[in-house]
């Protein structure tokens, strides 16, 4: 069974970093290129933060840009956002998700690209 798995989310203070892991079962994360979400309530879901297959192409929100990083170890099937300076504005559910397709500065944010998703992890900052 396919399955992603977010951890890592908490409260912290403005300012603080983070580190989310998302942990892939049921396929063999080299295949897929990946990304980070997040959303709250009564908002749609916004792209964060896409990876390729290999690891060196990466996309950012202008958002994050700056203070997240997205990094994958395929040979741990495993992804994950470091979160440095949070703000208020980070305050979210954050979702992983998988695409076999090919990802570029235009099909990366686009999360309909994704179809495969976890169930999220909070991530909550105070000020």
């Known amino acids: 069974q396919v399955a992603l798995v977010e951890s890592g989310g908490e409260l912290v203070q403005a300012g603080a970093s983070l580190r989310l892991s998302c942990v892939a079962s049921?396929?063999?994360?080299?295949?897929?290129?990946m990304a980070w979400a997040r959303q709250t309530p009564g908002k749609e879901r916004e792209f964060v933060a896409a990876i390729d297959w290999s690891g060196r192409s990466t996309y950012y929100a202008d958002s994050v840009k700056g203070r997240f990083t997205i990094s994958r170890d395929n040979a741990k099937n495993t992804m994950y956002l470091q979160m440095n300076s949070v703000m208020p504005g980070d305050t979210a559910n954050y979702f992983c998700a998988a695409t076999m397709g090919l990802l570029s500065d235009v099909s990366a944010p686009m999360l309909r690209e994704y179809d495969i998703w976890g169930q999220g992890t909070q991530v909550t900052v105070n000020t």
């Open positions: 049921g396929l063999s994360l080299r295949d897929y290129a």
